[in-house]
């Protein structure tokens, strides 16, 4: 009997170990009165429109792969992301894209960017990836991809307000 238990105390301990680590979570949001749910989605509501309106992003080229919508994204420095579109939502203008490539220290990255109504009249916008830190350690990740979504959203938020 108790090599039945050791067994099984085993098992689960290789069960636990085996399980993949949690993912790291990045976010950012952003929410103005001054502006409106329609403003945002106008500034983001097209998924190459990033070279618009995120400073880091230099150039934006559409591509179709195996059916689906691929960006190639192109930074002022150079580096290349390579991102497919996974789910397209107008109605509750948001979309969500992973990552295919890219020099992050990050894998199996997924986010959504989406757009609410406030509660107080406004809008918020808000973007929020999980990703597995590589490389890095989890938290050094997190700063990188929240160091990416912070002027992204305030260049939004500002383009928003002049569309209004």
């Not at 238990?5 to 952003?30: D, F, Q």
């Not at 220290?105 to 990836?129: C, E, F, M, Q």
Request: net charge negative; charged share 25%.
């Amino acid at each position: 009997m108790r090599s039945i238990a050791l067994l099984t105390i085993a098992a689960a301990i290789a069960a636990v170990s085996a399980a993949p680590a949690s993912a790291v979570e990045a976010r950012k949001r952003e929410e103005s009165k001054a502006i409106t749910v329609a403003a945002a989605w106008k500034v983001i509501g097209d998924f190459c429109g990033i070279k618009s309106w995120h400073p880091a992003i230099a150039d934006c080229v559409l591509s179709d792969k195996d059916g689906k919508q691929i960006r190639t994204l192109t930074t002022k420095d150079g580096a290349k992301f390579v991102e497919e579109l996974v789910e397209w939502n107008e109605a509750e203008t948001k979309y969500t894209y992973i990552i295919l490539e890219s020099p992050l220290p990050v894998a199996n990255y997924k986010a959504t960017l989406s757009v609410k109504a406030d509660d107080d009249g406004g809008a918020g916008v808000r973007w929020l990836g999980t990703f597995d830190a590589k490389g890095v350690s989890d938290d050094e990740a997190k700063a990188i991809v929240e160091g990416i979504y912070a002027p992204g959203i305030a260049s939004i938020m500002e383009k928003a307000l002049a569309t209004n």
